[in-house]
Structure formats: C-alpha cells, structure tokens
C-alpha cells in the first residue's frame, strides 16, 4: 500500500515517485505482489489506483475517487485500510507513506515548526517535513497506530517517504502494527525515495541492507547529496526501553546549550538528537552504556548516511559526526517539545 496524503508543494513529487515505480514495475519487480496507491490530487480529492504491469508496460488503473477525504480522523484511516486491502487482498503487507513529517510532535506543536513561506517560496531546495503544513492535513502517529489497528492489518514495514521520521518514539508507538520502520532521521529532499533502484528491495522477500545500499548510492550521486536512513526492527524496542528507563533511573541529566550532542535538525534549540550520541554523553556507566549501544545495534540493524545532511530551516548542510539511524528528544529543551512527556516512549523509559 502507498499512502500519499495531501502535502501542501508535493503534488509534482509524488507524481514523479509513481513514475519511478512505474518503472520499477515495467523491469519486471513484481511476481505475486500487488500495488495499490491512495493519492491525494489536492485538498479535496484523493484517488485509488492500481499500478500493474501489462504486456511489458506499467499500467494504472484507477480504483476509485474520493471526495473530501480526512485522513486526520482513525475512522477514516481505517477505511481507507480496509478499502485497499479489498482490492487487492494479500497474506503481507507492507504500507509506504509519502508527505511531510515531524517525528513524533503532535499537530498543535507544528503550527510554529513548519516554515510555509520561506520553504514554499524561497529559492533554495525544497524537503519533505506526514500530511500537509497546516495542522488539519497532518495525521497523528497515534491516529495511525489505531487506524492500523482496527483495520486488523500488521504490516511487515511502514516506510515513511517524509522528514524526521526515523525517531524512537514513533517507532515506539507503532510497534504493535509493523515489524520495521524504514525512515529519515534528518529532513529528506523533495525527491524521497528513489523507488527506480529501490523498489526491487521492498518486495518479496525485503532486503533491508540493499535498499539502504541502493538509496545511499543514489543520493551520493544526486545534485543535492544529502541522504540519511535507517530500518527499526520494532520488535527489538522493548528491550531497548528497558535499558534506557535503568539509565534514567539511576542518573539525572540535563542538555545545556554548547554540548557537542550531534543534532539531525535546523531547529534552535534542537528538536531531534541521535540517539546513540546522546546517551554517550548523558550515561556516566560504561557497563550500561555497552549494553545500550548493543541493543541500539539490534534495534536499528541497517542504516547509511552521506557525509552531511541539509536541513531546509537553515539552508545550509551540517556534518554528520556520529549516526546511529534513530533520533529521539529526550534531552530537547526546545518549546515545541513541551508534550514530550506524553509520548509512549517516554512513559516507558522514565
């Protein structure tokens, strides 16, 4: 399933994404797999289509139309699920969603973090923030986890195709409806997944390795060359909580502005920190530590990274010095984390 809600400025991108799978198809990826794609053509509309190959061709067959589609309500999630699944019903599944993203923060909280006017209009690279940029377009983590839920669907991954994404505490929240979480870290250019050269990875039996592999080749390669991903192996993050709530437990901790915590965002102060370097820096138990990077390693055992990444908010790179694949917020002092304390992880973990 592809799932492209209504984005705001990606309408062009996500066109473009179809028809790198169109191509992808037309090479011959799929055998026993099907595609099905929900994509919203503006605020209002969204259509159902199918992308099949026929006579050595990829071909689109349009399933349905919809009208004033509110994705940011679980019932309608639900249906949206269940209606895919009817078309096109499979013993696996895996879902990809496309838009922009802000990790874990809720709606209310993104009203500030969404720079519409200077990324809309601005001559500078665009990137992908999951939903539109104001908040009756933007779907909740919770919301999705329940809607995935009550459709009875488990799915083998969800790749979020949006910024931010690759963050312990959304991973968290859906490990009850996916076994992997395939995600960005930092923000992702406009362009997202280059399903041309991935698409062969995501089908049949998944090859997470190769489809890192392949989208660190492509973005190395690309006129903008930043590009971060990592796979979250969901089932391994119980564990990991485990660890994490012995920390913090045993040893307070503070961020203070000037620590040399490698940051994934452009936001002042930070709002998403790796999470491995941040527990290097507030756990003092070199025992507790070793076994945190070991679970961290099964938790998040395939991710690549280029050299630096770009952030939109800035309009700059910034060098990658340290990349576990997943960030969290756990030390962020930034305003629009004030809700942080809410989040599954954190009641887990503290």
């Excluded at 665009?126 to 009756?136: A, D, L, S």
């Excluded at 076994?291 to 690549?304: D, G, I, M, S, W």
Aim: charged share 20%; with cysteine; net charge negative.
């Amino acid at each position: 399933m592809v799932f492209m809600p209504w984005s705001t400025n990606l309408e062009a991108f996500f066109e473009e994404n179809i028809d790198d799978l169109e191509k992808a198809i037309t090479e011959g990826v799929l055998t026993d797999e099907r595609v099905v794609v929900c994509i919203a053509t503006d605020a209002v509309t969204a259509m159902y289509v199918e992308l099949r190959q026929e006579n050595g061709k990829a071909v689109r067959d349009t399933l349905k139309t919809i009208s004033h589609p509110d994705y940011t309500h679980s019932s309608n999630l639900t249906a949206l699920f269940l209606d895919l699944s009817c078309y096109a019903p499979a013993h696996r599944y895996s879902l990809i969603i496309g838009g922009h993203g802000m990790a874990w923060l809720p709606a209310s909280s993104r009203q500030s973090n969404l720079p519409t006017q200077r990324i809309k209009y601005a001559k500078r690279p665009i990137t992908r923030w999951f939903g539109g940029f104001q908040p009756e377009y933007q779907i909740e983590i919770r919301t999705l986890a329940d809607a995935i839920a009550a459709a009875q669907l488990h799915f083998d991954y969800i790749l979020f195709d949006d910024c931010y994404m690759s963050s312990v505490e959304v991973a968290y929240e859906l490990r009850e409806v996916t076994d992997h979480v395939i995600a960005c870290p930092t923000e992702i250019m406009a362009y997202g997944f280059p399903y041309h050269q991935c698409a062969r990875y995501l089908v049949g039996n998944v090859d997470y390795q190769r489809l890192c592999d392949a989208f660190l080749a492509f973005y190395e390669t690309y006129y903008l060359p930043y590009g971060t991903i990592a796979v979250t192996d969901c089932r391994e993050l119980q564990a990991l909580a485990e660890i994490v709530r012995t920390i913090n437990v045993n040893f307070r901790h503070t961020y203070r502005p000037g620590m040399s915590i490698q940051t994934m965002d452009g936001y002042i102060p930070p709002l998403f920190f790796d999470f491995g370097d941040t527990f290097d820096h507030i756990c003092p138990d070199s025992s507790l530590l070793a076994q945190l990077h070991e679970q961290l390693n099964r938790t998040v055992p395939y991710k690549a990274c280029t050299a630096y990444y770009y952030t939109a908010l800035l309009s700059m790179n910034i060098k990658i010095n340290d990349y576990t694949g997943i960030t969290t917020s756990e030390i962020s002092v930034n305003v629009d984390a004030k809700s942080y304390n809410q989040t599954a992880w954190y009641k887990a973990t503290h």
